[in-house]
């Protein structure tokens, strides 16, 4: 072992910060990926979660960008486009230097990863507000404009897996070229010292600066998405449930939001009383025109969630229900028979053994606990 | 979990002790049966609750299939939402609210026999949960 290292001089790189950084965002990336891609909406809590910690870690990389070290620093490793255009010209021919931090291309992808980490987080963000009507940009989209925010978001993710692909391609490369272990470094944070290599002039961190700047701006950041989170939501559901529908309306089942359907459904639906899904749930004239008038009067088109956007039933074509509407097959895919069979849910209609806000309209994916 | 079910008894009879009904089942039973012409029967009744009809909607061939075989405790909806027991002797609040006791006959026959009982079915039902 000491033959080696004397014959192989390594000087620190990478810090502590930036390695715990590094693989922290990976971990963050990764769950917010397998979350997105592959898993369905019960798992939006863990995608928000892992995308806010990649968003706090990448405010806190920024501060060290200014105030860390040597090879944390932006100054570093960002460059011109002439020198970004000369190191790549340069590698065609074979004979560029190798830069013991980030080299004119490493760091175009440095600042390529942390921006679309950064528009891709706000752009969910918005996709979460305009559509869950969650987080703190629900009281500034409709649900309107979910569709295009959710295509641009999509495409940000793919586009974030290309960068990723290019990131990891380039590392191989870079490895394979100079005979080392790029990926090592970024664990122990050492790279060997060799005659020739690009160095920066020796700049001590100054991490007094940097824990105040991190305290003060993420305690800024804290605080505006929680101050945005709690603004009132526009077209919020109606609140409070008339006495009668809710004395009602919750004898034989949960209390179904006037928002999760249109006015015409609800003035079919307590029109046919006597055959409510199978059953006689007839009432007295007076009753019947209280209630009808109550659940048109804040039916679907009074609210902007999402559940007031989506749902409306057509009989005649076999959607008798909410369950048998193509959102709600779309959104249950993968629940098994055993879930919704379970002591616990009893029907699949029995929206509040799952949705612990179901009654108030809302259906917060945050509020998804399955039983 | 086990105190729930120790508390859950005491819970039910505070909220009864304030309930304000209008009547009381031997009220409804002897009403049912002057209307009817008949002596009330309890064993009737356990065969009418308890047998499987026809008529009614398919879901729902006996009035078991939602209050269930132990009518002591909870019975739970097609839609899964819970039933107060049925038997007097577990539910106080049970036929003491004669708007309630004619609402859910007039629904439920229908559902399970397709038609509405007779005023002798109601008497010998009501003498049936009562004596349980």
């Known amino acids: ?371 | 979990m086990k105190r729930i079910y120790l508390v859950l008894p005491a819970i039910m009879m505070l909220g009864s002790a304030g309930y304000a009904g209008n009547t009381t089942p031997q009220k409804l039973i002897a009403g049912f049966a002057a209307q009817a012409g008949t002596t009330p029967s309890a064993a009737r009744g356990k065969a009418f609750f308890t047998g499987k009809h026809s008529g009614g909607k398919p879901e729902t061939p006996s009035c078991l299939t939602c209050h269930t075989g132990n009518l002591k405790g909870i019975g739970h909806t097609r839609a899964g939402k819970e039933i107060a027991p049925m038997a007097r002797s577990a539910n106080p609040k049970r036929f003491t609210d004669s708007a309630k006791v004619a609402k859910w006959f007039r629904r439920n026959c229908k559902t399970v026999t397709g038609r509405e009982c007779s005023a002798a079915e109601k008497a010998d039902i009501l003498a049936y949960l009562s004596s349980i």
Request: charged share 20%; glycine share 8%.
């Open chain 1, 1 to 371: 072992m000491r033959g080696i290292s004397e014959n192989r001089k390594t000087i620190p790189v990478w810090d502590g910060f930036v390695r715990l950084f590094h693989w922290g965002l990976v971990a963050c990336i990764a769950t917010a990926a397998v979350t997105g891609f592959l898993l369905g909406p019960y798992w939006i809590p863990v995608h928000v979660v892992g995308a806010t910690l990649a968003l706090g870690l990448i405010l806190l990389r920024i501060i060290w960008g200014f105030s860390g070290g040597t090879y944390a620093r932006f100054s570093s490793f960002v460059m011109g486009p002439f020198q970004v255009f000369g190191h790549f010209r340069d590698m065609l021919a074979g004979r560029e230097s190798r830069y013991i931090g980030h080299n004119p291309l490493g760091g175009v992808m440095v600042l390529a990863l942390l921006a679309v980490v950064i528009v891709l987080a706000l752009s969910g963000a918005a996709v979460l507000g305009a559509s869950a009507k969650a987080g703190p940009l629900a009281f500034a989209l409709p649900y309107k404009e979910s569709g295009w925010l959710r295509e641009i978001h999509e495409a940000l993710a793919t586009g974030l897996l290309l960068l990723i692909a290019l990131h990891i391609g380039g590392v191989v490369f870079e490895s394979r070229r100079h005979r080392e272990n790029l990926a090592r470094a970024m664990v122990t944070g050492e790279k060997e010292h060799r005659e020739g290599d690009v160095i920066s002039a020796p700049r001590a961190g100054q991490l007094p600066q940097a824990i105040r700047k991190g305290a003060m701006w993420s305690g800024l950041v804290v605080v505006l998405i929680a101050g945005l989170s709690f603004l009132p939501v526009p077209r919020s559901p109606v609140a409070d449930y008339n006495p009668l529908v809710a004395e009602e309306c919750s004898a034989c089942h949960m209390l179904y939001h006037p928002s999760l359907l249109p006015a015409k459904d609800w003035e079919r639906i307590t029109a046919t009383l006597e055959d409510h899904y199978g059953e006689d749930a007839s009432l007295d004239a007076e009753s019947t025109a209280e209630i009808r008038d109550w659940l048109m009067a804040n039916a679907a088109e009074t609210a902007d969630t999402r559940a007031a956007n989506v749902f409306q039933l057509n009989p005649a074509e076999g959607v008798k229900s909410l369950t048998d509407t193509a959102f709600w097959r779309a959104r249950h895919r993968g629940l098994s028979d055993a879930i919704f069979n379970s002591k616990a849910v009893r029907a699949r209609s029995n929206c509040v053994a799952c949705h612990e806000d179901a009654e108030s309209g809302w259906f917060n994916p945050f509020e998804i606990e399955i039983p």
